[in-house]
């Protein structure tokens, strides 16, 4: 508590202090252009992660990234999107799971936590179509990687759910409303987007526009490998043909489903090799 | 979007890059020490107003900060304090509102929210208490001054509701747990601790036992007036006798309820004046 | 049945005829001081107990006393308690559980009920705070002594659950209502309250204010001994010096916690010795 | 509180000092014979009406002697009336209604009630088969008389909600519960039952089979006309051939409707003449 005490005093005598504009901005009211839904778990901050400023993202934050379906629940994840997409009139949101997410390692042995945390048991249950496909589809993987597909496929879960919501419904149809999934590795800090394309996940500079992505964004971090490991081939081609994997406004997410090809070659690869 | 993506890399290049050890710790697991329920407003950053860093906030945000009494939901809010207290082992949360809440705002017109946003109508239901209370106790105010008390109002009532939980109320029995009250003023960058023995929010060093304190927190931004401001003079009366108003770890959350006149002359005078 | 038919004809009789003048005042309306809470069981009779008469004690009463917490359920014990505090203006509210009582036995061999009554094993949820925190603090005891603790814990729970509820924490914050935590011994038609000082349950005398405690209460009944057993000698005390354990009414409900050392002694020393 | 703590001590030095015997078998367990379901008003005392000793009746009071449909809430009503009849193994339930209700009051205006106390206003949902029914069918009556009907109808509305829950249900199946509707009269402090034979609410008598019936109960309370009024002919004539009317237990409750005609002569003819 000290430490975070003294935190907050360092905030406000460095950080306010020296961005004394945003500050009076900010007093005048939000206008985030993203609504970001992640995990409780201490060890992802959106903000950090996206360098994002005060402002950019409106946040919900759960044990395990969960939006339950409309109408299933009378928590507060419905009523923030409803908010976040209605009130605030935010086009973009961003669902991101992460690797080694207790939730999903709990999704892995779920009776056992029937009486040992009956809230966390039944809160799981809007994650059971994970834990269902999972279990039909990729039966022959265990340990690690069976936690990683759970983790992957769950993100996906989620997305169906959202979008059952009407304001989501609405908004997908008239083509303003963008959905994006994402996966954080918290121990290499790297992030991987779905691509609905290829039903794998990629570097995020998939989700991007053609007339999005200049030289910066290309060369510096990317091309010239910069703390990328060099084994990521595949995603490399990927990011060298960024036009074929445009994701257009009108076209909504269209299938939820990893190619559990792709998804052996290329996100779990570019990890465990 | 793009600056998002852009973040992210200057996130790995820079950031990962500079803190290996970190990460490498962080991949064998998460110890957070605090529960941080706070609102998915955008202007508000946990991590970054307590300048904490990854791996010690464990973090629930959503539309108001609201958290459903025990039983009153099945969304995430429980299932995720029943995985902070029990299976992560926290022993602090705080509870941390934040001026000019949309949700609070909704709060002061809740029946023109039943058509237009009704799952946010519905979800105010959880804010019912503070609503009530409020228009019960202080009709004489309005505008700015009564969001800001249905703001600090608030916090205080869903203390009360986290309290139902199960765990929570075994642990609190213990002595195990500290639940704390913040009001983060979007503004000036600056946070309000409920003190539940002067019944008023003041400055958070009230939170802290005497051996906690030391020097550098009284003197360097303190009594100094660093960052703060002159006209705050019963809050510094509070951080110059610091041993008055210790929170004894064995004393639990005793009475939420403002003192409404010291909440006059102590937290809203030192903001407005 | 028909011994309740003969009852009632007995009641016309020799009750109804005695009592012309309340009959003719009760038909004006109702003006009930006290809200009662309390279990079904048929051991447990509020008039006869407090020796109430008819138009004195708004009665709930469910398996177990118990009161979800706001919002939980939809059932009758949130709308009767909002009509007895908005409606009638009722200022105290006095939770009773009682000894030997079925529901706390229930709770208990939870598991058990699952399939066998699963009305009553779902009800048994809001008693759960209940059954965690005996759970990981009195694992020394077993049979009848845990169902004590179970049983004077629980009245505790559900004042914290009392309290979420909008009216109840509207009135306390004005000082305007009491809540008394009380527990009915069925073999010996006692009663002792909780006493928010000493974290114990007491004599209730314990609960009036110094100027309410008149010579006959104090000598007739207890400082005699009369109808009590000589051996409570604790309690005795606690009686004789009722100054000190005042319960003033601007001071609302503080902390919902036995004392387990003072439980020990003065509770159940209280019984069982 | 001081009366009711007096009382307290009264109900120990004069009651239980000379109830010894009861109050020990009490301490073995209770064997209630009846599960009276009531109002939470403070003008009706269950076993003050009936005369019945503690032990008798099993008890649950709410705001309207309202039971919700099986799985319409998951309150207390539900879990205790299937604690009542199958754990208690009780074969007799009174639904028990009385004149001057308020819940019944707020039935006729419910839609005011809508912002000013929400819980009740939500709660009378279960009694809108009752408020549907009278609107529908006593356009024609208004102030007290529509309170009448509405009372009236209500208990049988509850008494069809009764029936839903599936231990209910299965136990009238095999003849093993008799259920009896009743309405009573605070000002007069006399119970009228329903007879499902004639649709009319009647002297109670006429709940009890033939051989229960003995002199007695004929002779010194009815046909004395001791404390009876003289004026109500047809209760009497109903009285004098209760053979008729024998609720047999095979026969289950059969229509909970009331005889619109027999209403005007008999229930409300009674009284109002």
New interface residues.
């Given amino acids: ?13 460095k ?3 020296t961005h004394q504009e945003l ?2 901005q ?2 005048q ?2 206008k ?1 252009r ?2 970001f839904v992640t995990c ?6 959106p ?6 400023e ?11 990234n ?1 939006i ?1 379906p409309y109408g ?13 997409v ?3 009139g935010i086009r ?1 949101i ?1 669902v991101c799971g992460h690797s ?1 997410c ?2 999903m390692k ?1 999704l892995l042995k779920l009776y056992s936590l029937r ?6 048991h ?3 249950k809007y994650a059971e179509a994970t834990r269902r496909l999972v279990k039909d589809h990729y039966s022959q993987y265990e340990g690690e990687e069976l936690l990683e597909i759970m983790t992957a496929e769950n993100v996906l879960t989620q997305i169906e759910n959202l979008r059952t ?1 009407p304001i989501v419904r609405s908004k997908l149809y008239q083509g303003q409303l ?1 959905i ?1 999934a994402w996966i954080y590795n ?6 991987f987007a779905f691509d609905p394309e290829s039903h794998a996940y990629v570097l ?2 998939s ?2 526009k053609t007339d ?2 200049d030289e ?2 290309l060369t ?3 091309l010239n490998g ?3 490991d060099n084994n990521i081939s595949e995603k490399q081609t990927v990011v060298e043909q960024p036009q074929e994997f445009i994701f257009d406004a009108d076209q909504r997410f269209p299938i939820t489903r990893l190619s559990k090809d792709q998804m052996d070659r290329i996100y779990r690869g570019s990890r465990t090799n």
Same sequence: chains 1, 2, 3, 4.
């Fill in positions: 508590m000290k430490k975070l005490i003294k935190g907050l005093r360092q905030f406000k005598a950080y306010v202090s500050f009076e900010l007093s009211g939000q985030p993203v609504l409780s778990d201490s060890r992802v901050d903000n950090l992660i996206t360098q994002a005060l402002g950019e993202l409106f946040v919900i934050r759960n044990a395990g969960i339950p299933a629940t009378n928590g507060g994840e419905g009523a923030t999107i409803e908010y976040a209605q009130a605030l973009q961003i080694h207790g939730a709990g009486d040992e945390m009956p809230l966390v039944d809160w799981l919501y963008n994006y918290i121990e290499k800090g790297e992030v995020p500079q989700q991007l999005e992505i910066t964004l510096e971090d990317l910069n703390a990328i």
